[in-house]
Antibody, heavy 122, light 106 residues
Framework: QLQLQESGPGLVKPSETLSLTCTVS??????????WGWIRQPPGKGLEWIGS???????YYNPSLKSRVTISVDTSKNQFSLKLSSVTAADTAVYYC??????????????WGQGTMVTVSS | DIQMSQSPSTLSASVGDRVTITCRAS??????LAWYQQKPGKAPKLLIY???SLESGVPSRFSGSGSGTEFTLTISSLQPDDFATYFC????????FGPGTKVEFK
């Protein structure tokens, strides 16, 4: 069955760029009509949608993060990636990748990765 | 931006109880609402989408209702596995989650 797995550094210095990759297995990113997204959750807090991408490269971003976020896709590796620039301690969170459940980004997230903790600290 | 609120923030209940959680949107979102269950250290799990549609594999004791700005998640008979935190999410434009409701042992 479809599985998602996040990977990337667990520690990022303030003002630097956070980079994470989500590897999709059990199915092809480019042979489906789904959007793929990133969501984060600061320790002990709620969930925040960061942005989503289609295999063509079409993206939608949370307006509150848009100036610092870039999401890209590599169909040859069946991966999509997140870059968040100029990070601060407020960006410390568990970062999840997930699949939107239907056509288009205006859908719930039905399959999630296990999440990866990223700490911003010098 | 559409803001989401949930009530209560914490709910104390016992096995077998009927539990209801409310989610409100700051503006109408039609039926574009999902409910998730999250346990400590785990990713959220989709329970309900489009306000009242049960995700495949989710027990029928979970149900959702509502439209517009007010929605509810009901667990008809709380089971030991149901003690968790529940989040609503609007996906009308773009995607905003509620702050969560923790269901704990009474």
């Amino acid at each position: 069955q479809l599985q998602l797995q996040e990977s990337g550094p667990g520690l990022v210095k303030p003002s630097e760029t956070l980079s994470l990759t989500c590897t999709v297995s059990g199915g092809s990113i480019s042979r489906s009509s789904y959007y793929w997204g990133w969501i984060r959750q600061p320790p002990g807090k709620g969930l925040e949608w960061i942005g989503s991408i289609y295999f063509t490269g079409s993206t939608y971003y949370n307006p509150s993060l848009k100036s610092r976020v870039t999401i890209s896709v590599d169909t040859s590796k069946n991966q999509f990636s997140l870059k968040l620039s100029s990070v601060t301690a407020a960006d410390t969170a568990v970062y999840y990748c997930a699949r939107h459940s239907g056509l288009g980004p205006n859908n719930a997230f039905d399959i999630w990765g296990q999440g990866t903790m990223v700490t911003v600290s010098s | 931006d559409i803001q989401m609120s949930q009530s209560p923030s914490t709910l104390s209940a016992s096995v077998g109880d009927r539990v209801t959680i409310t989610c409100r949107a700051s503006q109408t979102i039609s039926s574009w609402l999902a409910w998730y269950q999250q346990k400590p250290g785990k990713a959220p799990k989709l329970l309900i989408y489009k306000a009242s549609s049960l995700e495949s594999g989710v027990p029928s004791r979970f149900s959702g209702s509502g439209s517009g700005t007010e929605f509810t998640l009901t667990i008809s008979s709380l089971q030991p596995d149901d003690f968790a935190t529940y989040f609503c999410q609007q996906y009308n434009s773009p995607g905003t989650f509620g702050p969560g409701t923790k269901v704990e042992f009474k």
